[in-house]
């Protein structure tokens, strides 16, 4: 049974950074794409970032290149989400995700966390 569990999330001041995990278990990620989306109230669940369990391929929604940076650690078989400079708009339930394709569609990905809260104060 595959999980994904996300922690990080929290409260900060805009400006600031928080980092999100992932830990994944149940199956071998190799041939998979890890991201990352995120939901506000009222709003649809978005793309925010990707990469590939295996390496090489990272991809960035445009209004997070530069301050987010997404990473795994095979050791501990983790996915990590780097945000800085957070502003009021990051505010958001943010998910770990996982598929076999590489997509910014949330409709392409076959797992998904509980999400995680993240709340910039302005």
């Known amino acids: 049974q595959v999980q994904l569990v996300e922690s990080g999330g929290g409260l900060v001041q805009a400006g600031g950074s928080l980092r999100l995990s992932c830990a994944a278990s149940?199956?071998?990620?190799?041939?998979?794409?890890m991201g990352w989306f995120r939901q506000a109230p009222g709003k649809e669940r978005e793309f925010v970032a990707s990469?590939?369990?295996?390496?090489?391929?990272?991809n960035y929604a445009d209004f997070v290149k530069g301050r987010f940076t997404i990473s795994r650690d095979y050791a501990k078989n983790t996915v990590y989400l780097q945000m800085n400079s957070l502003t009021p708009e990051d505010t958001a339930v943010y998910y770990c995700?996982?598929?076999?394709?590489?997509?910014?569609?949330?409709?392409?990905?076959?797992?998904w966390g509980q999400g995680t809260q993240v709340t910039v104060s302005s």
């Open positions: 990469i590939k369990w295996s390496g090489g391929y990272i």
């Open positions: 149940g199956r071998t990620f190799g041939g998979y794409s």
């Open positions: 995700t996982a598929a076999l394709k590489v997509g910014t569609s949330r409709y392409e990905y076959d797992y």
